[in-house]
């Protein structure tokens, strides 16, 4: 019985595992130098956390979350995004005393959306969150930290940072009224699927990608237009700051993302190495979630980004750490070779013993594994209480006392 990977998952193994922890490391590496706290939560939650906040009318709830009555009939939700199920932690466990409150988190998300290049049913998520503060320069902070992470992570990448404001959320719902009413009266040019999200969801219509309806879409209303002058001065600043932070911006004036509860700054990181899946951070300000999920009126601002998608551009094959084999040559030197299998494993290499006692076999093995050095333990190395270490990058080959095997390694 063949049993294959469900559609749109996938298994991580050999380079693609080393680019994943690279990743996650770096993360926590600039975490820690931004001054974010980890927050780990479960993969799955009520699923009632996520149907409003994201939006009733929203792709992820209506057409993606994976959700199921449990035993008792609880119904539950594979988490979609890590932002309401923080929040939910956060208010969970008293973490919102200490005000403005930082959290990141990386982990597997699961959406059941069409699987193709850089989209996947399950993916896996960074994630940052700074909750408690209206300060513009919260938003900032978490824009200058992606852009840090994306830096180090894809230095030659092509990546572009497209912003916007949604005003607050009263401005958002006018807009709206304001998007079905244009759409009603150009309902001709629309598509079937697009007429169907005039009432409901009408910010949708600005995604097409058809030629015909990019023109009308080109007439629509704009949301700048209902923004009060107060909001478009701390935009205009937020914009100032990143240019001074020598972030290039390019402003998209229809860019609102795809979950339902965002207001204000909204941003996305996109490439153009990657077709249509081209987005590799999105985030903004969510003033007013955090209380709608039963905590304090309190705002908050974050960003998820794909891990996969920053993975496909990690061009660059990752070195792997020192490798060392270790090679027996007769079973009968085993006590000989457990002293320095130790010593090397004490002292932080990668060892790997391959049980094959025989020199041909472990040379070849050794080889084909890309291993830095073998260690032979032979007859003469058991006499002379010492270890044969051959380089396999340049075919050197020396014997030497465990004292002095450290220095020879670095
Ligand atoms: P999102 O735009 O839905 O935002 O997802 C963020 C990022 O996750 C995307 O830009 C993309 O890189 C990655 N992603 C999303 N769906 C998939 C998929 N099916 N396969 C692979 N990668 C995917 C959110 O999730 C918000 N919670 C972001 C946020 C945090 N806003 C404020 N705080």
Redesign the pocket.
Known sequence: MKINPVR?THDLFGEEIRKFNKIVSEVKNVAQKFGFNELVTPIFESSELFEKPLGEQSD?VLK?MYTFNDRNEDKITLR?????PMIRAAISNGLLNILPAKFFGTGQ?F?R?R?QK????Q???I???NFGSDDFFADIEIICLANTLLKKLIPDSNITLYINSLGTRKNLSDYKKLLSKFFNDNKKSLSKANIDKINTNPLRILDSKNVEEKEIIKKSPKLIELISKTDLNIYEEIKNCLTELQIPIIEDLHLV???D??CHTVF??KTNELGS?D????????DGLIKTLGGKDIP???????????MLLMNKILQKEKDIHIAILDPSHKIHAIKIYDFLIKNNFSIYWNYKYNLKKSLSLANEKKANYIILIGENEKINNNFTIKNLSNGEQVSLEIDNILDYLK
């Open positions: 749109g992820v993606e979609p995004e890590y932002t309401t998300m959406r959306e699987p850089g989209r996947y049913r993916f896996n998520q994630n940052f969150e993302r795809g979950l509860y965002y996305e990181f899946q987005t590799l951070i999105g985030g903004g300000r969510y908050g601002v974050g960003w998820a980004g794909g891990i996969e998608r920053i």
